[in-house]
């Protein structure tokens, strides 16, 4: 069984650029969260998203965006890209159902914003 | 809202020494608690989990925790480390009451010496 696949794995942009993450979730899996991992926050919840409706957002500025396609790969997009968005952004999946126990992460991509 | 506390942000054990990792939570209703461990540039990968079973819970690589209520605390045990258990790990809890949300605390990096 495929496991959790982001891409790219490394990014390197600047400053007032947008960029976009890919996310492809287990085979199966409709729910799919982002978080984003810095040195400084630790692990932060962006949203998540379960059949193509976000069900549920962290507290981040509009710049962070996403959406989730009808075969459960989802997007997520950060425009006017800031230093402070450097991180390792992680992807997981989950069947989505609220009694789940718990989500498979992906490698993660790692954000570089020069 | 839910949190967690990791008492300790760094820990060192000798080789063959038990490992122990702690972790305190504050929620309002029965918990879903995890502990995951990160390996340097890789996503997260969860060891074990609690859902309000049995209150020892066994996980992956000889690692266990135990669910005490009266303390509101899941701390993470191994009798005997090793070398390849050198890694950060994250005690998570899960907020059902939206969505699948994970919380996480700000993680134990954990070395092990020869």
């Known amino acids: 069984k495929a496991g959790v696949t982001q891409t790219p794995r490394y990014l390197i942009k600047t400053r007032g650029q947008q960029v976009t993450l890919s996310c492809s979730p287990i085979s199966g899996h409709r729910s799919v969260s982002w978080y984003q991992q810095t040195p400084g926050q630790g692990l932060q919840f962006l949203f998540e998203?379960?059949?193509?409706?976000?069900?549920n957002k962290g507290n981040f500025p509009g710049r962070f965006s996403g959406r989730q396609f009808s075969n459960s790969r989802s997007e997520m997009n950060v425009s006017t890209l800031e230093l402070g968005d450097s991180a390792l952004y992680l992807c997981a999946s989950s069947s989505g159902h609220r009694d789940n126990y718990g989500y498979t992460f992906g490698s993660g991509t790692r954000l570089t914003v020069v | 809202a839910q949190s967690v506390t990791q008492l300790g942000s760094h820990v060192s054990v000798s080789e063959g020494a038990l490992v122990l990792l702690r972790c305190n939570y504050s929620s309002s209703v029965p918990p879903y608690l995890f502990w995951y461990v990160q390996y340097p540039n890789q996503g997260l990968q969860l060891l074990l989990k609690y859902t309000s079973a049995a209150t020892l819970v066994k996980g992956i690589n000889g690692f266990e925790a135990e669910f005490k209520k009266s303390e509101t605390s899941f701390h993470l045990t191994k009798p005997s480390a090793h070398m390849s258990d050198a890694a950060e790990y994250f005690c998570a809890v899960q907020d059902n009451n939206a969505g699948n949300m994970l919380t996480f605390g700000g993680g134990t990096r954990l070395m092990v010496k020869p």
């Open positions: 998203y379960f059949s193509e409706t976000q069900r």
